[in-house]
């Protein structure tokens, strides 16, 4: 009787604030706040508590009152990112009716690095701390930032529409160097003039469409020491090519991280006196119900942003030490491609939540043991926060079986990763198709 009273008191303040009786709103959900005893109705009830109100003071703890019923309230949480600075209400978008993506070639700005000695091509150097000519191998020092990279709000990208869409259409640079137009090839957010070979990476400062990285986790090691890898891996697997390998290319590829908070609400069963040997023998054991929340926390949860590759670049994203990235900085892809993310992040995002739902589930027997849990749900867990980081991987495909097999290298540390079957072969000519790329 007493919470169809509140439903009741809510439900009337909703249609007074709709209309625009404010004050009547505010009698009526205040009323509702002390007779409800649901969740989701008092999350409902604080957030039009907050459409009522002008006072930023009060606009914000109505929000947060919303949020400590239902973190996942998503119209409450878009409000707190605008009250916060995060989000312009003109920016909002629904995510169900997105504009269309432009179609055929758009012109794009672009950053491009040649030597101010020479008018060479620069390239960053594995040192990571500058950029290197190729021609006159002046080294030049740059001051990369330091501090932490950022984190993007989620529910302000969600509410903006960035990220939810696949990369649009092909762009088309303009080369300062020498005048030419070329095609930035497809996915890629870096390349080479095709003409005089000076590197160029997307300026995002007019990109709306996509979101722009925010980390980059850099290359630590040089072509030639990434063949070394690639010889001693082979020839530590006893594997002998069929035919010529191709030298690694160095990339980057995107990945995105998710910072996942909230409960898991679960049920479970609790054996009374369940340290009483008499009572287990007897079977006279008593089970008690018990219905609780258990935290979660989920930092930097890695999820592919590539659909390319996916098989092998899945087995080596663990091998990422994800800590060390810094903040984004396009002087780090020149003379490097770089791909653009093909899995958006709304996409991702789900997946992302899954995997933490079935992270945390997994150890709640270990966790609150002697319980059992019966059921678990994962309606108050919500993605908080996100990043768009790019790793640095060596490719190239080793001629095994028959056909060609991916083989991955960590830019980071030298670990490999291939689709090569587990079946060994005799060791014997490695070198006749390896050697020769060590003098390259």
């Not at 930092?299 to 030490?321: G, M, Q, W």
Request: charged residues 30%; aromatic residues 8%; proline residues 7%.
């Amino acid at each position: 009787m007493f919470d169809t009273y509140g439903k009741d008191l809510l439900r009337t303040g909703i249609i007074e604030a709709k209309t625009g009786h404010r004050d009547a709103a505010r009698r009526y959900l205040d009323r509702a706040i002390y007779s409800l005893s649901d969740h989701d109705e008092l999350a409902e009830a604080w957030f039009w508590m907050a459409q009522v109100t002008d006072d930023p003071k009060e606009k914000r703890s109505a929000i947060e009152n919303c949020l400590a019923h239902d973190l996942q309230h998503s119209r409450a949480r878009r409000m707190l990112a605008i009250l916060d600075g995060k989000l312009k209400e003109d920016e909002i978008v629904d995510p169900d009716h997105l504009p269309p993506a432009p179609e055929g070639l758009r012109a794009a700005d672009a950053d491009r690095f040649m030597c101010p000695k020479c008018g060479g091509r620069m390239a960053f150097a594995p040192d990571g701390q500058s950029l290197v000519c190729d021609y006159c191998t002046r080294h030049q020092a740059v001051g990369f930032s330091r501090a932490p990279a950022d984190e993007k709000d989620f529910v302000t990208a969600m509410a903006t529409a960035r990220g939810h869409g696949k990369p649009l259409n092909v762009q088309v640079f303009h080369c300062e160097g020498c005048g030419s137009e070329f095609v930035l090839p497809p996915k890629q957010i870096s390349a080479n003039c095709i003409y005089c070979n000076s590197p160029h990476v997307v300026d995002w400062k007019d990109t709306k469409d996509l979101l722009a990285p925010d980390a980059v986790v850099t290359h630590q090691f040089s072509r030639r020491q990434a063949v070394k890898l690639l010889v001693d891996w082979v020839e530590g697997n006893k594997i002998q090519p069929e035919k010529r390998v191709e030298m690694p290319r160095g990339l980057y590829l995107p990945l995105w991280t998710f910072d996942i908070g909230g409960e898991i609400e679960y049920t479970g069963e609790v054996y009374e006196d369940e340290d009483s040997p008499f009572k287990a023998r007897s079977g006279q054991r008593r089970v008690r119900r018990v219905k609780d929340e258990y935290p979660v926390m989920v930092n930097d949860l890695p999820v592919p942003a590539s659909r390319k590759l996916s098989a092998v670049f899945l087995r080596l994203i663990p091998t990422f030490e994800l800590t060390a990235a810094k903040p984004y900085d396009p002087r780090f892809l020149a003379d490097w491609p770089a791909e653009v993310y093909d899995i958006p992040m709304a996409e991702a995002s789900l997946d992302a939540r899954e995997r933490a739902f079935a992270k945390v589930k997994a150890d709640l027997p270990y966790k609150l043991a002697p319980t059992r849990i019966v059921h678990s749900s994962s309606a108050n867990m919500a993605v908080e926060s996100f990043k768009l980081v790019l790793v640095p991987v060596w490719m190239t495909e080793l001629p095994f079986g028959g056909r060609g097999h991916l083989v991955l290298i960590n830019g980071q540390n030298g670990i490999v990763a291939s689709d090569l079957p587990g079946k060994k072969e005799k060791k014997g000519g490695l070198m006749e198709w390896l050697g020769d790329l060590l003098e390259e």
